[in-house]
C-alpha cells in the first residue's frame, strides 16, 4: 500500500506543476477557457478522448461489467460512437467560433430564455458527471486504506487547483498524459492478470463457479436490447451537445482540426474501453465476494498485481478519474462566464480580460466544491452519470440538432421542445416509466413532434 501511495504522490505533484507551467499561456478569458483556440489535431483528439476515458468508464464500466459481464462494453461504444457521429457536424460547428453551446441555441433562435435554460440543465449535467469522477476517486483511497470521503476530497482538492491555476491549457497538457497512462495501465493490468492467472480461459473459468448469468459472456447481455440502449443512449445523444466535448472542438485551431480529431478520439474510446470491461469481468473470477461491485478495479489492481505496477495503474486510473474531472471543471466554468455572467446579466458586453480571468478561477473553485457535496447523494458511478446525461439531453438534444440541420425551426418551437423534454427528464428520474421505452427515445420522439409543429405554426404566423 505504501508503494502505491507514494506514486500517487507523486502523480498529484506532477499534475500541480502542469497547471503551473500551463498558466503561463493564460493571458485572457479565451486562453483559460479555450486554449487560444489554439489545438492541434494530436492535442484536440487526446483532451476528447480524455473527456469521456474518465473514472466513469474505468471504474464504472468495471463495476457494471463485475456484474453483468461483457454488456457493459457497450457504455464505452456509446462515447466512440457518439464522437465519430458529433465529427460529421464539428467542422461547421468550429467555423461559427463561439464559446459554449447555449451561444449556439441563442444565436440560432434569438433567444435568451433558451441560452438561460440550456444553460442551467447543461451546469447541472456537468457538476453531476463531475460529481461521478469525484465518487470513482473515492472507491480508489478506500483500496488504500484512505477513508473514501477524505480520498475524494483530496483527488478533488488536486484536480480542482491544477485546472484552477491553468485553464483548458492545463487540462489539455494533463489529458494528453492522462489518457495516454491510463489506457497503458488498463491494457498493462488485463496482461498481467490474463498472465498470471493461466490466461483468460482459465479466468473464464473462474468466473462460471460464481454462478452468473448464462449471458455474463455474451456482448448482448441478457437484459434486452432495453437495457443496451439505456447503456448507450444517453451517452451517445450528450455527445451531440455536450458542453464538455464542444469545447474542445472551440478549442480546435480550425473546423477540420475539429472534424478529425472527433473520429481520432472515437476510434481511441472504441477501443480502449473493452479492458476495464475485461478487469471487472477478471475481478468477479478472482475476487467474487466483493462488498460493493465498485470495488472491482481498485481490488483487481491492488491485490493481484506487484505493488509497484499496481501503483502506477492506480495512478493510471486515477489520470483518468482527473482527465474527465478537469475537462468538466472547464466546461462548467464556461457557462458560468460567458452565458451567465456575461450574456445575460452583461448583455454581451464587452468585460475586463483580467476580471473574467479572476472570475474564471473563483468559480471552477466553486463548482468543484459543489460536485463533492453531490458525490455524497448518488454514489453508484454509472447511475449518476446516465441520470446527468438524461436531464440534459431530454431536453436540448433536438433544438440543439433540428436547429442544426432545419432552416425552418423556430424560437418557439425550439423552447416547447426544452421545456416538454425537461418535465419528461425530471419525470423519468422521479420513477415515472412511460410505457417501458427508454425516457432518451420517449422524449426525443415527443420533442421532436412537438418542436415541428409548432415551429410550423409559429413559421406561418411570421
Given at each position: ?39 492541434g489535431?494530436?492535442l ?5 478522448a480524455?473527456t469521456?476515458?474518465?473514472?466513469g468508464?474505468?471504474i464504472?464500466i468495471?463495476?457494471?461489467a463485475?456484474?453483468?459481464?461483457l ?6 461504444l456509446?462515447?466512440g ?19 459554449t ?13 433558451i441560452?438561460a ?18 465518487s ?25 487547483i ?10 489539455t497538457?494533463?489529458?494528453?498524459l492522462?489518457i495516454?497512462i491510463a489506457?497503458?495501465g488498463?491494457?498493462?493490468a488485463v ?14 473459468s473462474?468466473?462460471?463457479?460464481t454462478g ?8 448482448m ?16 445523444l450528450?455527445?451531440?451537445?455536450g ?6 472542438i472551440?478549442?480546435?485551431?480550425d473546423g477540420?482540426?475539429?472534424?478529425n ?9 472504441c477501443?480502449i ?33 506487484p505493488?509497484l ?15 474527465t474531472?478537469?475537462s468538466?471543471l472547464?466546461?462548467?466554468t ?11 446579466i452583461?448583455?454581451?458586453e464587452?468585460?475586463d480580460?483580467?476580471?473574467m480571468?479572476?472570475?474564471s478561477r473563483?468559480w ?9 457535496v453531490f458525490s455524497?447523494?448518488i454514489?453508484?458511478?454509472v447511475?449518476?452519470l ?20 432545419w432552416?425552418?425551426?423556430?424560437r ?5 421542445a426544452?421545456?416538454v ?15 417501458g421505452?427508454p ?11 412537438i418542436?415541428?409543429?409548432?415551429s ?7
Open positions: 500500500m505504501t508503494t502505491m501511495l507514494v506514486v500517487l504522490v507523486i502523480y498529484f505533484i506532477l499534475m500541480i506543476g502542469v497547471g503551473i507551467w500551463a498558466n503561463k499561456f493564460n493571458e485572457n478569458m479565451t486562453d483559460f477557457l479555450l486554449a487560444g483556440r489554439r489545438l489535431l494530436g484536440a483528439s487526446f483532451t476528447l480524455a469521456y476515458f474518465g473514472g468508464f474505468v464504472g468495471g463495476e457494471m463485475y456484474e453483468k459481464g454488456v457493459a462494453w457497450w457504455n464505452g456509446a462515447g460512437i457518439g464522437l465519430i457521429l458529433v465529427g460529421l457536424m464539428a467542422k461547421q460547428m468550429r467555423d461559427l467560433a463561439l464559446y453551446v447555449p451561444d449556439y441555441l441563442a444565436k440560432r433562435y434569438d433567444s435568451t430564455t441560452r435554460v440550456s444553460s442551467i440543465l447543461s451546469m447541472v449535467a456537468l457538476v453531476g458527471i463531475l460529481a461521478g469522477q469525484v470513482a476517486a473515492r472507491n480508489v483511497f478506500a483500496i488504500l486504506g484512505v477513508n473514501p470521503m477524505l480520498g475524494g476530497i483530496i483527488a478533488a482538492v488536486i484536480f480542482v491544477y485546472t484552477a491555476i491553468g485553464g483548458l491549457w492545463a487540462a497538457v494533463t489529458d494528453f492522462q495516454s489506457a497503458a488498463c491494457i498493462i496482461a498481467v492478470v490474463f498472465v498470471s492467472n493461466g490466461g483468460w480461459g482459465n479466468i473464464q473462474l468466473i462460471a463457479a452468473p448469468a448464462d449471458t455474463y459472456f455474451n456482448f447481455g441478457g437484459d434486452g436490447m432495453t437495457f443496451i440502449l439505456w447503456l448507450t443512449l444517453p451517452l451517445i450528450y455527445t451531440f451537445i458542453q464538455d466535448v464542444y469545447q474542445r472551440f478549442a480546435s485551431k477540420k482540426t475539429a472534424r480529431s472527433c473520429f481520432v478520439a472515437g476510434i481511441m474510446i477501443i474501453t473493452v479492458f476495464p470491461a475485461l478487469m471487472g469481468m477478471s475481478a468477479r473470477g478472482l475476487f467474487p465476494n466483493l462488498e460493493s461491485a465498485g470495488q472491482a478495479v481498485p481490488v483487481l489492481i491492488s491485490q493481484a498485481l505493488p505496477i499496481a501503483g502506477i495503474v492506480l495512478a493510471a486510473i486515477m489520470a483518468a478519474i482527473m482527465s474531472a478537469s468538466i472547464t466546461a462548467a464556461s457557462h458560468v462566464i460567458n452565458d451567465v455572467y456575461i450574456e445575460l452583461h448583455k454581451g464587452h468585460q480580460e483580467a476580471k480571468l479572476k472570475m473563483i471552477t473553485l466553486v463548482i468543484g466544491a459543489l460536485a463533492i455524497t447523494l454514489p453508484q458511478i447511475t449518476l446516465l441520470m446527468s446525461y438524461t436531464l440534459y439531453t431530454s431536453g436540448v438534444f433536438i433544438p440543439v440538432v433540428g436547429g442544426f440541420i432552416k425552418g425551426a423556430t418557439q418551437g425550439a423552447l416547447a426544452l421545456v423534454g425537461t418535465i419528461i427528464a425530471v419525470a423519468s428520474i422521479a420513477g415515472v416509466s412511460f410505457f421505452i425516457t432518451e427515445i420517449f422524449s426525443g420522439m415527443v420533442c421532436l413532434v418542436f415541428v409543429a409548432v410550423i405554426m409559429t413559421k406561418v404566423k411570421q
